[in-house]
């Protein structure tokens, strides 16, 4: 009984794709990369890893070495603005 | 359209590795050979030829970003066709009462035989795919993974999320539902 079923349905006459769908298609993958990151930076899982931790690392040596270069009454401007700013991140980090 | 090259599932597991590495090449290969398949699948459920190549490409444009979560254990064509089918699914359900038939005439074949033959031919096809369509879209659904596009009924039912009972059962009712509307038709299609 299946061999009947599968010999009608392979007898109807499907229709095909239009024969530029696979090029459009590579097209929009295209498109798609152009306005992103390369797909094999995102695809890689090293190079994705490595993108973080250099992001990390940055951030870190941004904090660590940024209040190092100032001196003056802009250092203390800039502590009584970095507590603050320290807070709110806190806060969003632990409600999040 | 010339029937692509069948790929074997070391072909599907040296492509998506490709793929998961930003492979263009690998794609197009993988596209190439499963777009008849994820068309033709869709357009079982859609009817409509403009539908099923959008969902064609959806389904081929998730294969290039989300390649990464398919696993070696399953076979891609199945993996694709449930994309497909959910994607479709989805489009009936936003055009439910919009589902027509396209290009249902007869269309004459090309070949050796007599253009009468020809003409019984398609015909007769003309008439399986009107029987085919009158079936509710979940019978067609599971007729087209086991009958035509060779899927067992436990990936069938994986690719429709349902249980194995629950696709048997399909099964049963669009076989009969199938004959009795050919029957209704022409009752010596089964015997040919």
């Not at chain 1, 095909?16 to 993958?29: E, F, N, T, V, Y």
Request: glycine share 6%; charged share 25%; net charge negative.
């Amino acid at each position: 009984m299946s061999d009947d079923i599968k010999h009608l349905l392979q007898s109807v006459d499907w229709p095909q794709p239009h024969a530029d769908l696979s090029a459009r298609i590579m097209a929009a993958i295209d498109q798609d990369d152009d306005s992103s990151m390369p797909s094999w930076l995102v695809a890689n899982p090293v190079t994705r890893y490595a993108l973080a931790a250099g992001m990390a690392a940055c951030l870190i040596a941004g904090l660590l070495v940024g209040p190092m270069l100032q001196t003056g009454s802009g250092a203390q401007a800039s502590q009584s603005f970095q507590w603050p700013g320290a807070g709110i991140a806190l806060t969003y980090y632990m409600a999040s | 359209m010339r029937e692509p090259k069948k790929h074997t599932t070391e072909d599907d597991q040296m492509c998506m590795a490709a793929i998961a590495t930003g492979n263009t090449r690998a794609f197009k290969a993988v596209m190439d050979a499963y777009m008849n398949d994820v068309f033709r699948y869709s357009y079982s459920l859609l009817g409509d030829a403009a539908r099923a190549e959008d969902t064609a490409q959806e389904t081929f444009t998730r294969l290039w970003t989300h390649g990464r979560s398919w696993s070696p254990k399953g076979r891609l064509k199945s993996w694709l066709l449930k994309i497909a089918h959910n994607l479709s699914i989805d489009e009936i359900r936003r055009n439910r009462g919009h589902v027509t038939i396209d290009d249902v005439g007869p269309v004459l074949v090309d070949g050796a035989a007599s253009p009468r033959a020809n003409l019984t031919r398609a015909e007769s096809a003309a008439i399986v795919k009107k029987a085919l369509f009158t079936l509710p879209e979940r019978q067609r659904a599971a007729l087209m993974l086991v009958h035509y596009n060779d899927r067992t009924n436990i990936e069938a039912a994986e690719i429709m999320d349902v249980s194995v009972d629950a696709l048997e059962s399909l099964l049963a009712r669009g076989r009969r539902t199938l004959r009795g509307a050919l029957a209704g038709e022409r009752t010596n299609l089964l015997d040919e």
